[in-house]
């Protein structure tokens, strides 16, 4: 039990550090260097161009998105690189939410109420 105990207090501190140092912010489009995005199965439009995240980044803030159970889901994901070459991995499974996932942490961002389009 007390070596139970201990391993729990060793990995609360990490937890919070963790939870610390995820991304609270999106870049500015300005220290955005390039975005790319994986291709969705034939016939499925994506969610997010390139060039239709990078403008949707503003209006993006932090926020979780409510995902209906039981509605299939297809998932986009890509990277955003930043000039101070920075590079954030984002998934989004429709297209007024993502999710940015870095090696410090993982955020997630919304425009509007976040509300489930399905």
């Keep these: 039990m007390k070596y139970v105990m201990c391993l729990l207090l060793l990995l609360i501190p990490a937890a919070v550090s963790a939870e610390a140092g995820s991304v609270m912010s ?3 489009i300005e220290d955005v260097f390039v975005i790319a995005s994986s291709p969705l199965f034939a016939g499925k439009r994506p969610y997010f161009t ?3 995240l990078l403008k949707a980044l503003p209006q993006m803030r932090l926020g979780e998105a409510e995902l209906k159970a039981g509605a299939r889901r ?3 994901s890509g990277v955003i690189v930043l000039k101070d ?5 984002w998934t989004s499974c429709r297209s007024n939410f993502i999710h940015i996932l870095t090696d410090s942490g993982s955020t997630s961002f919304i425009i509007g109420d976040g509300r489930d389009d399905l």
């Design 26 to 28: 999106l870049p500015k």
């Design 74 to 76: 297809v998932w986009q």
């Design 50 to 52: 390139p060039e239709s």
């Design 85 to 89: 070459k920075k590079v954030l991995f």
